[in-house]
T-cell receptor
Framework: GENVEQHPSTLSVQEGDSAVIKCTYSDSASNYFPWYKQELGKRPQLIIDIRSNVGEKKDQRIAVTLNKTAKHFSLHITETQPEDSAVYFCAARGGTYKYIFGTGTRLKVLA | DVKVTQSSRYLVKRTGEKVFLECVQDMDHENMFWYRQDPGLGLRLIYFSYDVKMKEKGDIPEGYSVSREKKERFSLILESASTNQTSMYLC????????????????FGEGSWLTVV
């Protein structure tokens, strides 16, 4: 069936360093790839997304890249700050209604 | 700003009890979803609804049912709660199912933590 693999499950970086989270999807019909950030005890919130006709999108310190051929997409956070500490989820939306979510990455930014 | 509200944040229920989780969205969205979130398993879709009184099973519908009598409200029902249903439940909504971005962006509620003892 359709699935999304997300790596790593945990990631610790020093403040100011970059963080990269990678996801691989199986459904070649997937055309929309959002990333959500979930702080402790709070709702997942959309932080950036990309459509299948775009290879890269950037919003200040965060960027997402998409490689349709390889069926993977990545979240890049530069100049990490303590407030970036959270769980990050990737998702892929295919030809049906379904969003398939990755299993999440717990990012810790060490001050 | 889209608002998805889950009325109960923390619940403790006994095994065998019937449990209702309520969700309301204020943006006239067509679609509403119920997800379950467990550590290491991510977000798994239980049910979704694309219109009033319409519903479809997600990936893990067993032990759950849903009700959508009004467009803005989507309820998750545990007919007979069991300990393996202890989890965080997330309601979500989106404007449309298919078609152009950004209508298909999903917005989540704050979550309902359910403990079944």
């Amino acid at each position: 069936g359709e699935n999304v693999e997300q790596h790593p499950s945990t990631l610790s970086v020093q403040e100011g360093d970059s963080a990269v989270i990678k996801c691989t999807y199986s459904d070649s019909a997937s055309n929309y790839f959002p990333w959500y950030k979930q702080e402790l005890g709070k709702r997942p919130q959309l932080i950036i997304d990309i459509r299948s006709n775009v290879g890269e999108k950037k919003d200040q310190r965060i960027a997402v890249t998409l490689n349709k051929t390889a069926k993977h997409f990545s979240l890049h956070i530069t100049e990490t700050q303590p407030e970036d500490s959270a769980v990050y989820f990737c998702a892929a939306r295919g030809g049906t209604y379904k969003y398939i979510f990755g299993t999440g990455t717990r990012l810790k930014v060490l001050a | 700003d889209v608002k998805v509200t889950q009325s109960s944040r923390y619940l403790v229920k006994r095994t065998g009890e019937k449990v209702f989780l309520e969700c309301v969205q204020d943006m006239d969205h067509e679609n509403m979803f119920w997800y379950r979130q467990d550590p290491g398993l991510g977000l798994r879709l239980i049910y979704f609804s694309y219109d009033v009184k319409m519903k479809e099973k997600g990936d893990i519908p067993e032990g759950y049912s849903v009700s959508r009598e009004k467009k803005e409200r989507f309820s998750l029902i545990l007919e007979s709660a069991s300990t393996n249903q202890t989890s965080m439940y997330l309601c979500a909504s989106s404007l449309v199912l298919t078609g152009a971005f950004p209508g298909n962006t999903i917005y989540f509620g704050e979550g309902s933590w359910l403990t079944v003892v």
